[in-house]
């Protein structure tokens, strides 16, 4: 049976249930209200002739039926009440869904139009409830890649006025140290070009294949390195660094060294050297770096955002990030797979 008329046929039976009981109690009544009516004339000793027969009758057959009418409604509304109040129910459920409530969950009873109604309600309560939990999401990632692209921005944003504070309080620079400075902010504007595309395109990633995947990290230690040796001691471990290949986002792989760059700078000892190891074993890229711990710690703000980031970024690649500090150095262990 179609469901656009299960409803119409329950209804239909619960009439012909009604009037089903209201007959034989209209049946009943009239039985026992004539025997009454009898019975009582008879113990009264009294004739009842014809007109007055038919008159009681008339009246009794009256009573009955006004009786039979009243429990005919009442029985009706009583079956009627469960679907009355499951209506009730659906009625809350929409104005649930009206007001934003999307824990609000009809209970599913019965096989008819109101079942149906139940189910589409609640399935808009779920479909808008997950929707409300992708956009809720899809904002924290927004909110998250804007902090951390804006933090990621401050370490070529700092080389870059490091080198022009540099150049505008050196008197005797030379034509070559114009030229090198020059190279490297330019070198760093790029960098911070690159990070404020990403964001404006929603940080959309372009991994690239590399043949020789060394190659890539010895360009981008290099400026690492250097950005580095003004303030730390750096030693740079590449002895169990063999080549390998892979998929990787420049950008990405640049941030990863800026962010431990940044947390050197603000927390690392600088009479102690910095330490970098990088190694490849058993199909996987090993990234340990190591410094001790300024004491006192400085004071500076800290969001962690670097290492989050960091987490972030490697969690693309299928790597992992561990990190054990005590309370005079700081170690972190970065692992990537790759192809040899």
Same mark, same amino acid.
């Given at each position: 049976?179609?469901?656009?008329?299960?409803?119409?046929?329950?209804?239909?039976?619960?009439?012909?249930?009604?009037?089903?009981?209201?007959?034989?109690?209209?049946?009943?009544?009239?039985?026992?209200?004539?025997?009454?009516?009898?019975?009582?004339?008879?113990?009264?000793?009294?004739?009842?002739?014809?007109?007055?027969?038919?008159?009681?009758?008339?009246?009794?057959?009256?009573?009955?039926?006004?009786?039979?009418?009243?429990?005919?409604?009442?029985?009706?509304? &009583? /079956? @009627?009440? #469960?679907? $009355? %109040?499951?209506?009730? !129910?659906?009625? *809350?459920?929409?104005?649930?869904?009206?007001?934003?409530?999307?824990?609000?969950?009809?209970?599913?009873?019965?096989?008819?139009?109101?079942?149906?109604?139940?189910?589409?309600?609640?399935?808009?309560?779920?479909?808008?409830?997950?929707?409300?939990?992708?956009?809720?999401?899809?904002?924290?990632?927004?909110?998250?890649?804007?902090?951390?692209?804006?933090?990621?921005?401050?370490?070529?944003?700092?080389?870059?006025?490091?080198?022009?504070?540099?150049?505008?309080?050196?008197?005797?620079?030379?034509?070559?140290?114009?030229?090198?400075?020059?190279?490297?902010?330019?070198?760093?504007?790029?960098?911070?070009?690159?990070?404020?595309?990403?964001?404006?395109?929603?940080?959309?990633?372009?991994?690239?294949?590399?043949?020789?995947?060394? &190659? /890539? @990290?010895? #360009?981008? $230690? %290099?400026?690492?390195? !250097?950005?580095? *040796?003004?303030?730390?001691?750096?030693?740079?471990?590449?002895?169990?660094?063999?080549?390998?290949?892979?998929?990787?986002?420049?950008?990405?792989?640049?941030?990863?060294?800026?962010?431990?760059?940044?947390?050197?700078?603000?927390?690392?000892?600088?009479?102690?050297?910095?330490?970098?190891?990088?190694?490849?074993?058993?199909?996987?890229?090993?990234?340990?770096?190591?410094?001790?711990?300024?004491?006192?710690?400085?004071?500076?703000?800290?969001?962690?955002?670097?290492?989050?980031?960091?987490?972030?970024?490697?969690?693309?690649?299928?790597?992992?990030?561990?990190?054990?500090?005590?309370?005079?150095?700081?170690?972190?262990?970065?692992?990537?797979?790759?192809?040899?």
């Amino acid at each position: 049976m179609s469901t656009n008329r299960k409803l119409s046929k329950e209804i239909l039976i619960t009439i012909v249930i009604s009037a089903v009981i209201s007959i034989f109690l209209f049946a009943f009544l009239q039985l026992m209200a004539t025997s009454i009516t009898y019975n009582y004339f008879e113990q009264q000793r009294q004739t009842i002739n014809s007109y007055l027969s038919g008159t009681l009758q008339l009246w009794i057959n009256g009573i009955c039926f006004l009786a039979s009418v009243f429990f005919f409604v009442v029985i009706f509304l &009583f /079956l @009627l009440s #469960q679907k $009355l %109040l499951y209506l009730g !129910e659906i009625i *809350s459920g929409i104005e649930a869904l009206r007001t934003h409530h999307m824990d609000y969950i009809i209970p599913v009873v019965g096989d008819n139009e109101f079942t149906e109604l139940a189910k589409q309600i609640n399935y808009l309560s779920e479909t808008e409830r997950q929707l409300k939990q992708k956009e809720d999401a899809l904002k924290e990632d927004r909110e998250k890649l804007i902090r951390s692209l804006s933090h990621d921005i401050r370490t070529p944003l700092t080389s870059i006025l490091s080198y022009s504070e540099l150049m505008s309080s050196k008197k005797d620079r030379t034509p070559k140290e114009m030229d090198t400075y020059i190279e490297l902010m330019h070198k760093k504007a790029l960098q911070i070009k690159g990070l404020t595309d990403r964001l404006l395109e929603n940080s959309i990633r372009n991994p690239e294949y590399f043949d020789h995947g060394k &190659f /890539l @990290l010895e #360009q981008i $230690l %290099l400026d690492w390195e !250097e950005d580095l *040796s003004e303030d730390y001691h750096c030693e740079i471990d590449w002895s169990e660094c063999s080549d390998f290949k892979g998929y990787f986002d420049v950008q990405e792989i640049r941030r990863i060294f800026d962010n431990l760059l940044t947390n050197i700078q603000k927390y690392a000892d600088e009479t102690a050297p910095v330490l970098l190891k990088l190694s490849v074993l058993e199909n996987q890229l090993l990234i340990w770096q190591s410094n001790q711990i300024y004491l006192p710690q400085k004071t500076v703000e800290s969001h962690k955002l670097g290492i989050e980031t960091i987490r972030s970024i490697i969690s693309r690649y299928d790597g992992t990030v561990e990190i054990s500090s005590t309370e005079n150095t700081f170690h972190i262990m970065i692992s990537i797979p790759v192809n040899l």
